[in-house]
Every structure is written in structure tokens, then in C-alpha cells.
């Protein structure tokens, strides 16, 4: 029995992607294919990324052109389902260390009537020091274990059945419990395997502190909980497939985010709140069959000693928003708004300017 292992990347180093797909190679059964999905990554790493996967027999890369798309793990995991030719899949990730008999053991715990969930060992970091191409699984001391994490099995049809993950988790955090709650709801039983068969490669965390900064790479404040929310929401209204959502595995093709290239409205907007926010709830939700392409940049007035001196005084009659700010209102408005639309969000790398394009 044929099971597809599902992979969703942005930007992750390949000595870690080796190093997983490595451990997959020395699999004693070989009942298996792999989905190596890429979200947007950048060169050069999309070139040598190719070269790696293609060195591998069982491995099926799609590159995904979508750099200008904010990161959505959902939308990577539901492009690789629809493209599994297994009756069941198993959810990886390109941190994951696979035991040689890891897949014959899903064998085992394969069933059409439920899914399983993994206890992971997690790594330190001098122990992921020790993953170069002879090391044993079996010598491998985990720092501590994890029993909610992403690693599920379940058939192919279980995932059809409830249209994958919800797409509507950006960035981080709730997209695999959410998935988990909603195969309960549709009726499949939860199994979950004690034994660590998979462990963890180290890698340092998220800071999530470093929400509150505009960066190149998009960031949003508070993300994680409004995916929890939504999560909640989920849950407690028993939903089984996400709501607004279409075809699991549906991407906006090249061509048609090509288009924004050639705008029909542009618009340039200085960060002054009232602007900004006018723009964003009513000028922009009002506008139809239009390619728009807004420039939203820091009025040099905003840093001037006059209005600083102003605002110490509490003179100031005109309010101002940082860029990072405004880099908050746009991706909240993707994410409730435009998640499913032709659009486009790049942050200057001066950080002085935020450009987003959108298809009406």
C-alpha cells in the first residue's frame, strides 16, 4: 500500500531538507512517494532546491512561483494533496528525522475509518549536530517529546472529505488542530501512536517579539491569535469544511499574477491614519474589475523635528501611522479579505515603502 509523505516549504536551508529526505532513502519499505511542495522560495535556493529533490527517486518537486503571496502552509499542504496518487498521506515537515522503519510502521496503523497522530522527539542542538549521512536513528538522544504537532496519517479521502486545511491560517500556528478537530467532526476516529518513530531537528525559534518590527519578510502582530480564534470558531461550531473556501489546491497561476504587473489603478498613499484607513475600508472594497497597485510610503513630514516637536506638545492635529502599522492593516485585509484573491505584498528593503497589488 502506497502512502505519499507531503512536504510544504519557503526559504528552509537544504542541508536540513537532505537531511530528511536522506532518512527516507534508507526506509526499509519503499510503499511510498513524496509530495515536495515549495511556497515561494527565493533564489538561489529554488535552482539548487530542484537539483536535491531531483537526485531523489521518490521525490516529485512542484515550485511554486508565489513569492509575492504571504506564507500560508494550508494552501502549500492542500496543493500536495491534490496531487497524491496514494490512498493515504502522511503530513511531513523538513525538520522531520524518520526511524528506517517508519513507513513501514504507518502501514500498520493505516485505516480508512480514522487518522493517526505521532509523539515527536525533539532534538538539541548539539544532538542535530550529529545528522550527517551515517548517523543511526537508534544512537539519537531526543531532549524532550511533543505530543501536539503537525504529523498526521489519514487516507486520502479523509482530507477530500473535509477539503484539506483551512486556508485561512497564515503564517503560523493552528492549521494542524484545526484539521485534526474537523476529522473528528466528520465522523473519523483519532488514533495515536506512543512510540517516537520521528524526531525533530533542532532549529532555533520564532521570535515572536519580532512581530512588533517591520521586516522585508512579511509579519503580522497578533497573528497566532487571531489563528487561534479562528480555531475556537471552528470548533465550536463543529465545522467540517472551512468556510469560503473553494477547490482544495487551487492557486492563482502565473500568468494571472503576471497581470499585476500591468495596473489599471494606482494609488500612492503617504502614512497618514486617516488615508490609509479610508483607503483600505472604503475606497478599495468599492473598486471592480481593476488591477490596483498602491504604494503606501512614510511622508517626510512623519520624521521631521517639527512634527516630532509638535507631537511632544501634544500639538499635533494631523495623525500619523508607522509603516509598520499600515503593514498590519493590509495583511489583516488579506487575510479576512483577499486570501483567495490575485494579489501582491512586498515591503520595500529600505523599509521605507510597502507595495500591495491586487486583482478586483
Known sequence: MMITVIYANRNRDLKRIKASLDTLKRQSAQNFEVVFVDYGSEEPLVHNLKQLCNSYEFVTPYVLPVSQLLWNKSKALNYGISKSKSPYIFIADVDHIFHPDALLKMTEYSNPDSFTLFKMGYLDKDE???????????????????EVNG?????????????????????????????????KHAGYKENYVKEKFIYHNWHSSFANAEDDKLTVKPRMKNIMRINQQHHKFNLENLVIK???????????EEKDSNKLLKPTKQFAIPNILAEVEHFLNFELPNLSNEIVHVVFFEDPYYSSLKHKAKKILGKQSQPYCSLKEINDKILMQIVYNYRH????????????????????
Open 151 to 183: 504529523m498526521v496519517l489519514a487516507s486520502t479521502e479523509a482530507f477530500k472529505k473535509i477539503n484539506g486545511f483551512d486556508e485561512f491560517f497564515h503564517f503560523y500556528g493552528s492549521e494542524d488542530i484545526d484539521l485534526f478537530a474537523r476529522l
Open 242 to 252: 472551512p468556510i469560503q473556501q473553494g477547490e482544495m489546491g487551487y492557486l492563482i
Open 128 to 146: 542535530s549536530k550529529l545528522l550527517n549521512e551515517s548517523f543511526k536513528f537508534t544512537d539519537l538522544k531526543v531532549a524532550r517529546s511533543g
Open 341 to 360: 484573491s490575485n494579489y501582491s505584498y512586498i515591503v520595500g528593503k529600505d523599509l521605507l515603502s510597502i507595495n500591495f497589488g491586487l486583482g478586483i
